[in-house]
């Protein structure tokens, strides 16, 4: 069954209350406005403050990536006794997650220390509640450099 094409928005401007009454609703309308060449009936604020937002949700998500990178390297080194598969597995996929974001994301790789620098402070404060281990033996200053973030080897196979 074909999809339907969306209704011809009313000709007046799609008021406030639409958008924070129905944004799902408001959201196409402003989609087919644009589609048709409406201009002059975008809500205009509303819409530059949501496109503004979707980009900026970008960075928190490779902060978000760079965090389990970070606690799982951290609980490696500091908790050698007991290193699991699980750590270097996690390790390998938030990289690749972050990778994939910067491939999608490529003005982000500017802001790559940043990501780092912010990723470790929340890093530090989980490696302590979820190790056990006082929050001081954790460095204030990320232990690690670019390159061990990023590339540094952990073995998922036991080889």
Not at 7 to 15: F, I, R
Not at 66 to 76: A, P
Not at 129 to 144: K, M, Q, V, Y
């Amino acid at each position: 069954m074909p999809l339907a094409k969306p209704k011809e928005p009313a000709a007046s401007p799609p008021s406030r209350a639409a958008y924070e009454a129905d944004f799902y609703a408001w959201a196409q309308e402003q989609g087919v406005l644009l589609r048709t060449g409406r201009l002059d009936a975008l809500d205009r604020e509303n819409l530059a403050e949501e496109i503004e937002t979707l980009g900026l949700s970008e960075f928190p998500t490779l902060v978000s990536f760079y965090e389990l990178v970070l606690l799982h390297m951290l609980k490696w080194d500091y908790q050698p006794s007991k290193r699991t598969r699980g750590w270097a597995g996690s390790i390998a996929v938030h990289r690749k997650h972050a990778e994939q974001t910067l491939t999608d994301n490529p003005s982000l790789k500017s802001r790559l220390d940043e990501a780092f620098e912010r990723a470790y402070d929340l890093a530090r404060l989980q490696a302590a509640t979820e190790t056990g281990i006082p929050l001081r033996t954790f460095p204030e200053a990320c232990p690690f450099s670019r390159e061990d973030i990023l590339g540094r080897d952990f073995p998922v196979d036991d080889d």
